[in-house]
T-cell receptor, first 112, second 113 residues
Framework: SQTIHQWPATLVQPVGSPLSLECTVE??????LYWYRQAAGRGLQLLFY??????ISSEVPQNLSASRPQDRQFILSSKKLLLSDSGFYLC???????????FGEGSRLTVL | EDQVTQSPEALRLQEGESSSLNCSYT??????LFWYRQDPGKGPEFLFT???AGEEKEKERLKATLTKKESFLHITAPKPEDSATYLC??????????????FGKGTKLSVIP
């Protein structure tokens, strides 16, 4: 089964600074990968998904971008963080035959 | 627009006191309904997938059921270690050959010894 690694686990950044969150997957090839954000009192919000290298679909317009430079690497970025970007960011991998998503341990971002 | 509503938002149970969590949904073309458990500061952990009305799945003290409009997660004789937030999600076709999950806000379960 696949294993999903996310880092950093915790990040505190000032408003206007850049961001890079990384996700790597082990134990599978050509996975569908997802970035979700979980804010307090809200459900998981899908931000981006990718079906392959260089293929990114954005679900909501926002201050963030995503890239997939390698088959099992998915990166979430921002050039200038906003206070509203604070939240818990989760990377997920889709199980092909069942549609289930498996999640990493998450990255907690606090923008001050 | 696909919608998933979970109730109650929070639930406190005494150890051994059985109860149910509800997940109601409106979606076009349901492909699957998923239950996850999430501990504080952790990513969601997959529990069950249900695909059609009438289906049931069990795991230890948990049993998930599905109707055409809602799903229930029954917890029998819960223990303190069952304390967590339980998330429900539905998967539906979202166009261009893709299927996405829509999540509810979750039910925070606390089991008191």
């Amino acid at each position: 089964s696949q294993t999903i690694h996310q880092w950093p686990a915790t990040l505190v950044q000032p408003v206007g600074s850049p961001l890079s969150l990384e996700c790597t997957v082990e134990g599978t090839s050509n996975p569908n990968l997802y970035w979700y954000r979980q804010a307090a009192g809200r459900g998981l919000q899908l931000l981006f998904y990718s079906v392959g290298i260089g293929q990114i679909s954005s679900e909501v317009p926002q201050n963030l971008s995503a890239s997939r430079p390698q088959d099992r690497q998915f990166i979430l970025s921002s050039k200038k963080l906003l206070l509203s970007d604070s939240g818990f960011y989760l990377c997920a991998c889709r199980q092909d035959n069942t549609g289930e998503l498996f999640f990493g341990e998450g990255s907690r971002l606090t923008v001050l | 627009e696909d919608q998933v509503t979970q109730s109650p938002e929070a639930l406190r149970l005494q150890e051994g006191e059985s109860s149910s969590l509800n997940c109601s949904y409106t979606v076009s073309g349901l492909r699957g309904l998923f239950w996850y458990r999430q501990d504080p500061g952790k990513g969601p952990e997959f529990l069950f997938t249900l695909y059609s009305a009438g289906e049931e799945k069990e795991k230890e003290r948990l049993k998930a059921t599905l109707t055409k409009k809602e799903s229930f997660l029954h917890i029998t004789a819960p223990k303190p270690e069952d304390s967590a937030t339980y998330l429900c999600a539905v998967q539906a076709y979202s166009g261009a050959g893709s299927y996405q999950l829509t999540f509810g806000k979750g039910t925070k379960l606390s089991v008191i010894p």
